[in-house]
């Protein structure tokens, strides 16, 4: 505040931030922009720092060599805890950043706070504890511990079970045909991330062995990945490979802008022995609310009760309960590696949406607020920057996504 600033333009500065303030409560609602909410929860499947304890004296082993050890990596059982923490840098929303990636990714179903489709993606921001579970591809168990109640996601068999503790709410899936269930992958695992990530590695990558670390008890080699390229918002990817299973331990993206990294998830406890058979196990609470979504669009029924409909005919699953974000089968792709991006066209002419927040004030203004504006060939637009990935709106009505720069997505634009 200026010395002499008087009290009365203080006051009217304070009235300024809480008008700000509510108007961008009231455009929670309003998932704009779609393209870099969307994709920075589908990044969540890409991208994590290694934290270790002491370095292991390991025989050598080259880059070649840890891929190979990965890849042929087939641990079927294992237990552990996960720590997580993600920071993309999205625009600050008063806290609402969870609840902008969940509408992200939000079906066309009943809203049950238990559905993984949307209730998962909110490990795309923030701190998190998980509790992993594994015994072979019909058995998986993650857990997300919260302050004073718990989500989990459970897969035995031909079931898969959501359960969120808070609101005792249970989602419910089976495969269509009998004989496959829904493909639930354990999110946020070291591996997860690692297998993403190296099925990126080309000629445009720099990939090398860093060095040893100790992750959660056990002798790890860091994997270090690099792009070659310019104009990326990606820096270096470090993995810290198990040295004796070959399975990933920690995972770490850090941008090229350098600071805490994007997203930094590892095992704080692991076990490679059995699970108990327990584990996997689930029944549906007396009196908890189960919505049905299967392929047979069962009703949602209160369990223990008498089985009569709660609100009707429920959804079709959401299909794999991923967050559904960058998925180039359907999009135009421009350019080559790490300067990927790409291009959709959401037939929307104006760019911004107009109109109001709620009734809260000029929407278009809010939306404009979090984003820079450009101009080129293209005509007029605005960019949406996390620190990782940025998405350019243009007044056509296509969207440019990428692990980018602003420069980058301007040059595609005006190429396109």
């Known amino acids: 505040m200026a010395p002499y600033e008087s009290d009365d333009s203080t006051g ?13 409560r009231k455009a929670a609602r309003y998932v704009v922009p779609v393209a870099v909410v969307g994709v920075a929860a589908a990044t969540i499947g890409l991208v994590p720092a290694l934290a270790d304890s002491g370095d292991p004296n390991l025989p050598k082993i080259t880059a070649q060599e840890l ?4 890849a042929k990596s087939d641990v079927q059982q294992l237990s552990g805890t996960v720590k997580i923490s993600t920071d993309l840098g999205l625009p600050d929303l008063g806290g ?8 992200a990714t939000q079906g066309s179903g009943d809203g049950s706070s238990a559905d993984p489709t949307s209730k998962l993606t909110e490990l795309a921001s923030g701190t998190h504890t998980l509790r992993v579970a594994a015994d072979g591809p019909e058995k998986q168990k993650v857990s997300v511990l919260e302050s ?36 639930h992958e354990t999110p946020a695992t070291p591996k997860n991330f690692a297998d993403e990530v190296l099925k990126s590695v080309d000629d445009t990558t720099s990939v090398t062995v860093d060095g040893t670390a100790q992750v959660a008890g056990r002798d790890a080699y860091r994997l270090v990945i690099k792009p070659k390229q310019s104009g990326t918002t990606v820096g270096a990817i470090s993995i810290a490979v198990d040295a004796k299973t070959g399975t ?9 802008s350098g600071g805490a990294a994007v997203v930094d ?38 369990a223990g009760g008498n089985g009569t409909a709660q ?17 180039k089968s359907g999009f135009d792709v421009l350019g080559k590696g790490w300067n990927s991006i790409a291009v959709l066209d959401t037939g929307s002419k104006g760019g911004v949406p107009t ?23 293209f005509g007029k637009g605005t960019v949406f920057s996390t620190r990782l990935i940025n998405a350019l709106m243009t007044d056509d009505g296509k969207v440019y996504v990428g692990a980018v720069d602003k420069a980058a997505l301007v040059k595609a634009a005006n190429a396109g």
């Open 12 to 24: 009217a500065a304070q009235a300024g931030d809480e008008l700000r303030a509510e108007r961008r």
């Open 67 to 70: 891929i190979d050890k990965i």
């Open 96 to 103: 609402l950043e969870s609840s902008l990636l969940s509408g």
């Open 148 to 183: 004073g109640a718990e989500y989990s996601l459970i897969h035995n068999g031909t079931d898969v079970w959501g359960y969120d503790s808070k609101s005792n709410e249970v989602y419910h899936s089976t495969a269509a045909d009998s004989g496959k269930a829904e493909q």
């Open 248 to 256: 990933p331990l920690k995972f770490t993206l850090t941008p090229s």
């Open 265 to 302: 998830a590892g095992y704080t406890q692991v076990s490679f022995a059995k699970p108990a058979a327990s584990t996997f196990d689930f029944t549906p609470p007396k009196g908890a609310k189960v919505t049905e979504g299967d392929h047979a669009g069962k009703a949602g029924k209160t």
């Open 311 to 327: 609100g009707g005919k429920a959804s079709e699953a959401p299909g794999d309960g991923s967050a559904k974000g960058l998925d």
């Open 355 to 377: 109109g109001s927040a709620s009734g809260g004030g000029d929407l278009s203004g809010f939306l404009g607020s979090l984003g820079d504006p450009v101009s080129g060939k």
